[in-house]
């Protein structure tokens, strides 16, 4: 039990993460039962996971303020969200009606996808939407958006960054639209050392040279300021929102 709630940004606890959520979730219309946040927290504690950041950001979703969001609910086809997390995400894009058969959803482990459908409590009305898999389950040109949220700043090395932005890339149908957003920091500016939170943290420039040199064309990258959850470890931090289109081949 200490273990898990040490994890969490000083003076918070899972049991008021969870709480907090709950107040945010039940902004959608989400009941819940007498003494439901005594039995989860109960739940998580035993299980020891580790949820301090998710646990801040969920109830937020943050696809509906990217700034190509608007077009993403035009579009027609198969929608990925590649690195889903709880599913914040792919619940918005339903309640904005995107067509629910065109969605999936991918992840490579089942806890974070699990406290989503504990906080919101529609697991028999989404779960078919999930996959889960420790490899890349897609084949080529499956998909005509790929939507990419908070996940390549957690990826570490590099290979494994390289293979997310290839995947990506693979699964797109030719003049496909990847778009998503990342942790992000200002041009020049150095990282202090020992800084708390993700590892990758990237430059506008270095982000889009990334997407460039996996077979994507002229990336839009938007620079955000303001970071909830990663302050005061940097005022250089930023989220970085991009959007760019597949070339005929990866």
Do not use: W
């Not at 709630?5 to 959520?21: G, I, Q």
């Not at 500016?189 to 590892?199: D, H, I, L, S, V």
């Amino acid at each position: 039990m200490k273990n898990a709630e040490a994890r969490f940004l000083p003076e918070k606890s899972l049991t008021e993460e969870l709480m907090a959520a709950m107040r945010r979730i039940k902004t959608f219309g989400i009941t819940y039962p007498r003494g439901y946040h005594r039995n989860l927290a109960g739940k998580y504690l035993k299980k020891g996971v580790r949820y301090p950041h998710i646990l801040t950001i969920i109830g937020k979703p943050r696809i509906n303020h990217h700034f190509f969001y608007s077009s993403a609910l035009t579009r027609t086809g198969r929608l990925l969200d590649y690195g889903c997390g709880t599913g914040d995400n792919v619940r918005q894009l339903i309640r904005d009606g995107f067509p629910r058969e065109q969605i999936t959803a991918f992840d490579i482990n089942r806890e974070s996808i699990d406290l989503g459908f504990d906080l919101y409590r529609d697991r028999e009305e989404i779960a078919d939407l999930f996959v889960v898999s420790g490899t890349f389950p897609f084949g080529p040109e499956e998909f005509d958006t790929v939507y990419s949220a908070s996940v390549i700043h957690v990826i570490a090395d590099e290979k494994e960054f390289r293979n997310y932005c290839a995947n990506a890339c693979s699964a797109l149908r030719p003049g496909g639209i990847l778009f998503g957003s990342t942790l992000g920091i200002h041009e020049g500016a150095a990282r202090p050392p020992g800084t708390r939170g993700p590892p990758r943290i990237m430059t506008k420039e270095q982000l889009a040279g990334s997407l460039t040199g996996t077979g994507f064309s002229s990336p839009e990258i938007v620079r955000r300021e303001g970071v909830p959850g990663y302050v005061p470890e940097s005022e250089n931090l930023c989220v970085l929102e991009f959007c760019t289109k597949k070339q005929a081949s990866c």
